[in-house]
């Protein structure tokens, strides 16, 4: 840990405010050449967010009324469901993503695109991928693994069109014009580098002849923990990282805590993965392994959440006017009480009771939504601005947008955390009968249906709002719309 | 420069260190498992477990594309882990060696229906019914599990299985009924028999069968009624 640790604490001050200290014309410039590509993303990966909503509603009113579309073998629950995790996976978190990914090491380190046209290129082999991958699986065709459902012909398309972006997006990276790089940039790299080795060898594992049985399901819960807690969060963790400061107009508090948070993630992490198959015919000490590292992970839940609440500190009224401080401080919220109650359910004493459960689906969807998109959603408020050239037309839709998705998100996981604690005491009861299970977490279904119409309607007011973006509809360029004008006490 | 490099080598070495442990590892420790041979003097008396072959090998199939996955589990944990040996879903613990011609195996994460791993076993099919049933066949036989399929309300109200009626056909008997035909009410003259699909999905259910001994995992459970 010597190199990066050992950077003097100024260095941090420097490149946070990396952007800031170029003159507005580079800067102008480096938005201007990274506009197509960026806009792309963000807005395929809004599509790929619709849908994602659509297909969760009904997954959501199907496991409270099992009729509903129960005689249309496309739209069964057994085939929405995968559908749905993937959409919102591979569709919105990974494009979206990836939008944020580009932008923000373009920025950082001052490089302007070349030849865009890669970009979109991967960008359309992955979608192409993608398609045909939900198609199959609502046609019955899919690997049977779960988190990997996509058939592997379309896997290959997907992991093609993601090289070309990879590729491109380490170049931004090595052709940067600042030789330390900012915090946001190692959990970019990181995850740019974890995903496609993860993603590849999960899928060469249930094609290899002498990977059988057990071994398929543990590299498959391997790669989807990978693909969630490395890929999905350290993009969300490096837009916090970059936002927060940025917006509060002050440099991260200590790069010590940044240095420390986050090598105890890559390194831990990537080790969590056997607690999904906790209990189950794995050898006994991989769940041992997973568990002490989601234990040795407190240290990044601790390190990271300290640095982002503390760069916050004096100026937490900012949530009252920034969009993108709103959800971008919302998703880091989400991430501390996500990683905490994912920390405390990988215990065997938990996890004998919670496994099994709508307690794990909750745990998912605080990371993928409450979290990451949210951080997602604020790093969408910042950018695009910048991008189009104009500002966000209304601070109502915005606040409706974040009224729908806080309170829809935290609804659904709010119930799901409640259903799977009743169900699951109920299973761990040997006395209760099936029935009596069905029972004690059905009730929670409906508020889940709610949790799922309120979100819906925060996405239909935020893809209107994107849309009127695109079609330069805004207020004019300069000032960013806020919730509420900053007063002047306020300031400092 | 150097501080690019560390980083670069740093995350690269973190994912050696993952996949090593978490995937090469189990992957030798896993990989070469056996059936288990039951020898008696030197003949081969048993072998467990077997190939999925015919229609196990079809419904098996049939299970993986209507998503059976997301709802039932089929994996059966030890005591300290949770309640699965008390609730009559196993006599033992599964182990890895009883998945190794399962591929993918379809262990499972969501226990929104019960777990499956023995639900073809003896003690699964020769459970009598319970009070619920409007057409009740006596057992958890072929035609329990085809009824259960299409309907599986008339067997278990509160279920919150959907039905799978696309895996029925509903026809005009010609001639005589067919000995397939369920025992729900239709029209005059037509009955409900199961497609191929249907028939193949119970035959590999009824061949779900986890309470062979095994050596590496003691039968732990008494026998109790399975709820």
Same mark, same amino acid.
């Given at each position: 840990?010597?190199?990066?640790?050992?950077?003097?604490?100024?260095?941090?001050?420097?490149?946070?405010?990396?952007?800031?200290?170029?003159?507005?014309?580079?800067?102008?410039?480096?938005?201007?050449?990274?506009?197509?590509?960026?806009?792309?993303?963000?807005?395929?990966?809004?599509?790929?967010?619709?849908?994602?909503?659509?297909?969760?509603?009904?997954?959501?009113?199907?496991?409270?009324?099992?009729?509903?579309?129960?005689?249309?073998?496309?739209?069964?629950?057994?085939?929405?469901?995968?559908?749905?995790?993937?959409?919102?996976?591979?569709?919105?978190?990974?494009?979206?993503?990836?939008?944020?990914?580009?932008?923000?090491?373009?920025?950082?380190?001052?490089?302007?695109?070349?030849?865009?046209?890669?970009?979109?290129?991967?960008?359309?082999?992955?979608?192409?991928?993608?398609?045909?991958?939900?198609?199959?699986?609502?046609?019955?065709?899919?690997?049977?693994?779960?988190?990997?459902?996509?058939?592997?012909?379309?896997?290959?398309?997907?992991?093609?069109?993601?090289?070309?972006?990879?590729?491109?997006?380490?170049?931004?990276?090595?052709?940067?014009?600042?030789?330390?790089?900012?915090?946001?940039?190692?959990?970019?790299?990181?995850?740019?580098?974890?995903?496609?080795?993860?993603?590849?060898?999960?899928?060469?594992?249930?094609? #290899?002849?002498?990977?059988?049985?057990?071994?398929?399901?543990?590299?498959?819960?391997?790669?989807?923990?990978?693909?969630?807690?490395?890929?999905?969060?350290?993009?969300?963790?490096?837009?916090?990282?970059?936002?927060?400061?940025?917006?509060?107009?002050?440099?991260?508090?200590?790069?010590?805590?940044?240095?420390?948070?986050?090598?105890?993630?890559?390194?831990?992490?990537?080790?969590?993965?056997?607690?999904?198959?906790?209990?189950?015919?794995?050898?006994?000490?991989?769940?041992?392994?997973?568990?002490?590292?989601?234990?040795?992970? #407190?240290?990044?839940?601790?390190?990271?959440?300290?640095?982002?609440?503390?760069?916050?500190?004096?100026?937490?009224?900012?949530?009252?006017?920034?969009?993108?401080?709103?959800?971008?401080?919302?998703?880091?919220?989400?991430?501390?009480?996500?990683?905490?109650?994912?920390?405390?359910?990988?215990?065997?004493?938990?996890?004998?009771?919670?496994?099994?459960?709508?307690?794990?689906?909750?745990?998912?969807?605080?990371?993928?939504?409450?979290?990451?998109?949210?951080?997602?959603?604020?790093?969408?408020?910042?950018?695009?601005?910048?991008?189009?050239?104009?500002?966000?037309?209304?601070?109502?839709?915005?606040?409706?947008?974040?009224?729908?998705?806080?309170?829809?998100?935290?609804?659904?996981?709010?119930?799901?955390?409640?259903?799977?604690?009743?169900?699951?005491?109920?299973?761990?009861?040997?006395?209760?009968?099936?029935?009596?299970?069905?029972?004690?977490?059905?009730?929670?279904?409906?508020?889940?249906?709610?949790?799922?119409? #309120?979100?819906?309607?925060?996405?239909?007011?935020?893809?209107?709002?994107?849309?009127?973006?695109?079609?330069?509809?805004?207020?004019?360029?300069?000032?960013?719309? #806020?919730?509420?004008?900053?007063?002047?006490?306020?300031?400092? | 420069?150097?501080?690019?490099?560390?980083?670069?080598?740093?995350?690269?070495?973190?994912?050696?260190?993952?996949?090593?442990?978490?995937?090469?590892?189990?992957?030798?420790?896993?990989?070469?498992?056996?059936?288990?041979?039951?020898?008696?003097?030197?003949?081969?008396?048993?072998?467990?477990?077997?190939?999925?072959?015919?229609?196990?090998?079809?419904?098996?199939?049939?299970?993986?594309?209507?998503?059976?996955?997301?709802?039932?589990?089929?994996?059966?944990?030890?005591?300290?882990?949770?309640?699965?040996?008390?609730?009559?879903?196993?006599?033992?613990?599964?182990?890895?060696?009883?998945?190794?011609?399962?591929?993918?195996?379809?262990?499972?994460?969501?226990?929104?229906?019960?777990?499956?791993?023995?639900?073809?076993?003896?003690?699964?099919?020769?459970?009598?019914?319970?009070?619920?049933?409007?057409?009740?066949?006596?057992?958890?036989?072929?035609?329990?599990?085809?009824?259960?399929?299409?309907?599986?309300?008339?067997?278990?109200?509160?279920?919150?299985?959907?039905?799978?009626?696309?895996?029925?056909?509903?026809?005009?008997?010609?001639?005589?009924?067919?000995?397939?035909?369920?025992?729900?009410?239709?029209?005059?003259?037509?009955?409900?028999?199961?497609?191929?699909?249907?028939?193949?999905?119970?035959?590999?259910?009824?061949?779900?069968?986890?309470?062979?001994?095994?050596?590496?995992?003691?039968?732990?459970?008494?026998?109790?009624?399975?709820?």
């Amino acid at each position: 840990m010597t190199a990066v640790a050992t950077a003097p604490t100024s260095t941090i001050a420097a490149a946070s405010a990396a952007d800031t200290s170029y003159p507005a014309v580079e800067r102008a410039a480096v938005d201007a050449a990274a506009r197509g590509p960026v806009l792309f993303f963000f807005g395929n990966g809004l599509l790929w967010l619709m849908l994602a909503t659509v297909l969760g509603l009904i997954t959501s009113i199907q496991l409270a009324f099992p009729s509903f579309l129960a005689d249309v073998p496309f739209l069964s629950y057994g085939r929405i469901w995968p559908a749905f995790t993937n959409t919102l996976s591979f569709g919105w978190g990974s494009l979206a993503g990836l939008g944020v990914t580009i932008w923000l090491l373009a920025r950082l380190g001052r490089v302007r695109i070349k030849f865009p046209g890669v970009l979109v290129t991967g960008a359309v082999f992955w979608q192409v991928g993608l398609t045909y991958g939900i198609i199959g699986i609502l046609a019955g065709k899919t690997t049977g693994l779960e988190g990997l459902e996509i058939p592997t012909g379309s896997a290959i398309l997907m992991l093609l069109g993601y090289l070309l972006i990879v590729f491109w997006a380490l170049l931004l990276f090595s052709f940067r014009s600042q030789s330390t790089p900012f915090i946001s940039v190692w959990y970019l790299v990181a995850a740019l580098l974890w995903f496609p080795w993860s993603f590849a060898l999960a899928h060469a594992a249930h094609l #290899l002849p002498n990977v059988t049985g057990v071994m398929q399901g543990l590299v498959a819960a391997w790669a989807s923990q990978n693909f969630l807690s490395v890929w999905l969060t350290a993009i969300g963790l490096a837009a916090a990282y970059y936002l927060i400061p940025k917006v509060i107009n002050r440099p991260v508090h200590s790069y010590n805590l940044a240095v420390y948070g986050f090598w105890s993630f890559i390194i831990f992490t990537g080790l969590t993965g056997a607690v999904r198959l906790s209990g189950g015919p794995i050898p006994a000490w991989l769940v041992t392994l997973s568990i002490a590292a989601n234990i040795l992970l #407190l240290v990044q839940i601790v390190t990271v959440t300290a640095n982002l609440v503390l760069t916050m500190r004096g100026q937490y009224h900012m949530v009252y006017h920034s969009p993108t401080i709103r959800f971008t401080f919302f998703g880091a919220i989400a991430f501390t009480v996500g990683s905490s109650i994912g920390l405390l359910a990988s215990l065997r004493s938990v996890d004998r009771i919670v496994h099994f459960t709508q307690f794990q689906n909750a745990e998912t969807q605080l990371v993928i939504y409450c979290f990451f998109s949210m951080v997602i959603f604020g790093a969408i408020y910042y950018i695009l601005p910048r991008l189009v050239g104009c500002e966000w037309l209304s601070s109502t839709m915005i606040t409706m947008h974040f009224w729908g998705a806080a309170y829809g998100g935290g609804l659904l996981v709010f119930v799901l955390l409640l259903s799977g604690l009743a169900s699951g005491v109920a299973l761990a009861n040997p006395g209760t009968t099936i029935a009596e299970i069905i029972e004690a977490s059905s009730l929670y279904m409906a508020g889940s249906i709610l949790g799922w119409l #309120l979100i819906a309607a925060g996405h239909l007011v935020f893809g209107l709002h994107f849309l009127l973006m695109l079609l330069r509809i805004g207020q004019p360029g300069g000032e960013p719309t #806020l919730f509420s004008p900053i007063g002047e006490e306020e300031k400092h | 420069m150097n501080r690019s490099n560390f980083l670069l080598g740093g995350i690269i070495a973190s994912f050696a260190l993952s996949a090593f442990l978490l995937v090469l590892v189990p992957q030798m420790q896993l990989g070469g498992i056996q059936p288990q041979f039951t020898n008696d003097e030197g003949k081969i008396t048993d072998i467990y477990p077997i190939e999925n072959r015919g229609i196990v090998a079809a419904g098996r199939a049939v299970y993986i594309s209507e998503g059976c996955v997301y709802c039932h589990s089929q994996q059966v944990r030890d005591l300290q882990n949770g309640a699965d040996l008390e609730r009559g879903w196993g006599v033992r613990r599964t182990v890895a060696r009883d998945y190794i011609f399962d591929s993918p195996p379809l262990l499972g994460s969501s226990r929104i229906g019960p777990d499956l791993a023995n639900v073809g076993s003896a003690k699964w099919r020769n459970e009598p019914e319970g009070e619920n049933a409007l057409y009740k066949p006596a057992r958890r036989d072929a035609a329990w599990e085809l009824l259960h399929l299409y309907d599986p309300r008339t067997i278990v109200k509160e279920s919150n299985m959907p039905s799978y009626r696309y895996l029925f056909e509903r026809r005009k008997i010609s001639g005589q009924r067919s000995v397939d035909a369920l025992n729900v009410p239709t029209d005059d003259g037509f009955e409900i028999v199961p497609k191929s699909e249907a028939k193949a999905l119970v035959g590999y259910l009824l061949s779900l069968d986890k309470s062979h001994p095994l050596k590496e995992a003691k039968t732990a459970a008494p026998e109790v009624a399975a709820k």
